[in-house]
């Protein structure tokens, strides 16, 4: 057996535990709330735009901004959370796109959707990594590395979403077939 499909059948299991889904929906969410709030200091949409950007001079003047206003502070604060962030997340998505599979008997074809968020985490221990490395030194956050670090990112983003989108259709399909279509 291939070690993805090892990893896959695993998270499958696992994702039959409802207390294990909530107690890392609960840890989830209130990582989120803690990072969101210490990110508002600093503006939320700076923030993302900083994590997003591919360009260099952009991620610079961010930072400058925040350097010179001394909210610097605050978004160095952020990854006090953000360092465990990405295991909270890549752990509960997963279980939540293994848990919508199983009730929907979705073919294990797909079934490599459920190890996309540990993708995301990686590309999220990656950006921050880089993020601190730039902040260091700001000349550091050269065009090649601050595009690398926003491809990072904007994948992310998007692994992150799909899995998101994943749940969120398998959910309403699940919720239709077992409460309106009163199919089991």
């Known amino acids: 057996m291939h ?3 090892k990893a896959e059948n695993y998270i499958l299991k696992k994702s039959e535990s409802n207390i294990l889904i909530a107690l890392f929906a609960v840890i989830y ?9 210490i990110l508002h200091q600093v503006g939320t949409l700076k923030a993302l735009a900083l994590q997003t950007t591919m360009c260099s001079e952009k991620f610079k003047a961010i930072a400058s901004g925040w350097i010179t206003s001394g909210n610097i502070a605050a978004y160095y604060r952020h990854f006090y959370f953000d360092h465990f962030h990405p295991i909270w997340y890549s752990i509960f ?11 929907n008997h979705v073919s294990p074809r797909f079934h490599w959707l459920i190890l996309t968020p540990f993708i995301a985490a990686l590309c999220d221990f990656f950006e921050n990594m880089m993020h601190l490395y730039f902040l260091a030194d700001l000349n550091r956050a050269t065009p090649v590395l ?16 799909v899995g ?20 089991n």
């Open 3 to 5: 070690i993805l499909s």
């Open 29 to 37: 969410f209130a990582s989120q709330i803690i990072i969101g709030s």
């Open 93 to 103: 998505l997963s279980l939540l796109i293994a848990r919508t599979f199983k009730i």
């Open 146 to 161: 601050v595009a690398l670090s926003g491809l990072a990112t904007n994948t992310k983003w998007i692994l992150a979403g």
């Open 164 to 183: 998101v989108a994943v749940v969120t259709v398998l959910m309403a399909v699940w919720l239709v077939k077992k409460f309106i279509l009163k199919e």
